[in-house]
């Protein structure tokens, strides 16, 4: 009987099979510079949990490193998994658990997409990821947040062909081309080399998130962390103190992502949460709308 990798562990913050390593270790490839890889899948309700905290280093310490994203494969097909330790057995077993993570990070999940239109693999939605992060680079990550939104929060089945068709046309690029790409020969190569990469590593659980220097040292994080592990762990590799770089205003923020979510916020300002509608308004000064969503606030820029 095969673990299903769906079953994500709470207290790890880990969808998949995996250890906890933050020791520098050493990987056999050749780089100039770090690079923090972001091992996900756009299935992955703990690397949804984690957006607010890995953005929010990102954005205080991107300018000590180069991110890439790389897909992990979490769910290639329903057939042969099962995981009675954790009751799923099947695609309905799934959303309380999805549930579960959403109420404990408070990063909205419906989750019934599972009883009323169930997903048959991640490879859809991450084959045409890769076609938009080779040939459309700077659209690949809007294109795994929109992903998500609509998988975790909105309840569609991102594997559909339709669904992907949709979010690809709201990027402004041409949906019959990109599809074509996905399935091609080129489209599975790239994917392919994702999972290389994450077997060279040795990564085995979502999200995980490696910091690589010039010297082929790493620092492995698995699970879901707090921005304060990623930071620990640059500096550790780094070999000295950091120097956080300037927050972008959150009109700048909410520009570029469209919509965030409450927590995500909170998390990046600094704001309690019955201070965030009066941060918001101070910010925006009305240039937003307010939404909620399964018990949660999102905010969406006019």
Known sequence: MKHNPLACDLKTGVCGNAEQNEEIM????????????????PICSHCWALEPELRKFIYLYRHYFKTQTIMGGLLPQWADFADVKNGISGPADV????????QHSRMPINGTVWLNDPLHSSYPPSLVYEVIKHEHSPLGERFLRLLREQLFVFNENIAKEDVLIRLVNELGLDSDEIMKKATSTQGKAWLQEDFNLKEQMGVRGFPTVVLLDQENRGMKLVGQRRA???????EKLTGKPLTAGKLPSLAEVLQKEQRLFAKEIEVLYDVEPAKLEAFIESELQGGYVAKE???????EGQ
């Open 95 to 102: 959303t309380e658990h999805w549930q579960e993570v959403g």
């Open 293 to 299: 969503i399964l018990g949660e606030l999102y905010f």
């Open 228 to 234: 304060e592990d990623y930071i620990s762990a640059l």
């Open 26 to 41: 050493d990987f056999n490839l050749s780089k100039s510079e770090i690079t923090l890889y972001y091992f996900t899948d």
